[in-house]
């Protein structure tokens, strides 16, 4: 029974293709998102995983991030469009992580969107990359989905003035989520966007990422003046957006270098630290542990600077 069951949801995916359903979510008068569910990529949410977001311009949209793949990039225009007709003739790219910006391919195919972001996408992945998102998917979700190169570098601060709306995008400078990250603002309406290094109601996945670049991060989007936070997953868009992130990589530094002080060996570090306050967030079973072991390993020989 089970096995027919599981067989007509595989028709039924097929047949009808995945309608995700979208909803934008109004931040502020120029400024709609889409935010994904708190989960790991999977067959069950088609790569709608993360948080990407539409700034109307005037006369077009500028994208901060791009979604998991080309279906979902696609649905969001379309849901977009009611709200205003626009083309997008930017996408910025944050960082590498390809729930982020496969979605890219779309804006690149149907309106030769300029792609700007992280040289990291370019120097890891190239056209026959097959990356997580093309692994976990389904056929279905991850059609028409390729991989796409970042044509403007984004190495240190850099404005870019678009209809009349200009976007700060701004180098973290460190390893912090993953090997290079940018956060966007947009003084106009001071909205800033923080990529992966804020995320709320989840626990991140720091394999890629490091807890000092973390709180160095944390440091520069605080002395930003802004009134709402977009992080890269996680539906709190406001100004303490951020509290979740601070809170949890304060804690880990300091939890696992007292631990370390106290002689706890890394295999015993996880039973040692464990982040209770984050049992309840989302993905907690499945990346704290990881992040924690990860964190030893990062702070065992670590002196703080004066
Ligand atoms: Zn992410």
């Not at 570090?269 to 072991?293: C, G, H, P, Q, W």
């Amino acid at each position: 029974m089970k096995r027919i069951l599981f067989s007509l949801l595989l028709v039924n995916i097929s047949l009808f293709g995945f309608d995700y359903h979208l909803k934008p979510q109004k931040v502020n008068d120029t400024t709609w998102c889409f935010l994904g569910k708190l989960e790991a990529p999977s067959k069950h949410n088609g790569g709608f995983m993360s948080n990407h977001c539409y700034v109307n311009t005037g006369k077009h949209y500028v994208l901060i991030d791009a979604g998991g793949t080309y279906e979902i990039a696609k649905q969001a225009y379309e849901q977009m469009q009611k709200i205003a007709d626009l083309p997008v003739s930017t996408v910025i790219l944050t960082h590498e992580h390809d729930d982020h910006w496969l979605g890219a391919s779309f804006h690149k195919e149907k309106f030769n969107a300029k792609l700007v972001g992280v040289a990291s996408i370019n120097k890891n992945y190239d056209k026959n990359s097959k990356t997580r998102m093309f692994r976990m998917l389904s056929a279905d979700a991850i059609k028409n989905t390729k991989i796409v190169k970042v044509e403007q570098e984004i190495s240190e601060p850099t404005t870019l003035k678009i209809d009349d709306t200009s976007f700060q995008i701004i180098p973290v400078g460190v390893k912090a989520h993953a090997s290079e990250d940018l956060f966007v603002y947009v003084p106009k309406n001071k909205t800033l966007f923080s990529s992966d290094i804020v995320m709320n109601g989840r626990i991140t996945s720091n394999r890629d990422g490091s807890v000092i670049g973390q709180l160095k991060a944390v440091k520069m989007l605080e002395k930003m003046d802004f009134k709402n936070l977009v992080p890269g997953h996680g539906f709190d868009t406001s100004k303490n957006a951020m509290n979740e992130t601070k809170q949890y990589f304060t804690l880990l530094k300091q939890r696992v270098l007292e631990a370390i002080e106290n002689e706890v060996s890394a295999q015993d570090i996880t039973k040692v630290v464990k982040m209770e306050e984050f049992k309840n967030k989302a993905l907690y079973d499945e990346l704290n542990s990881r992040n924690v072991f990860d964190a030893f390993n990062e702070l065992e020989f670590y002196e703080e600077e004066e």
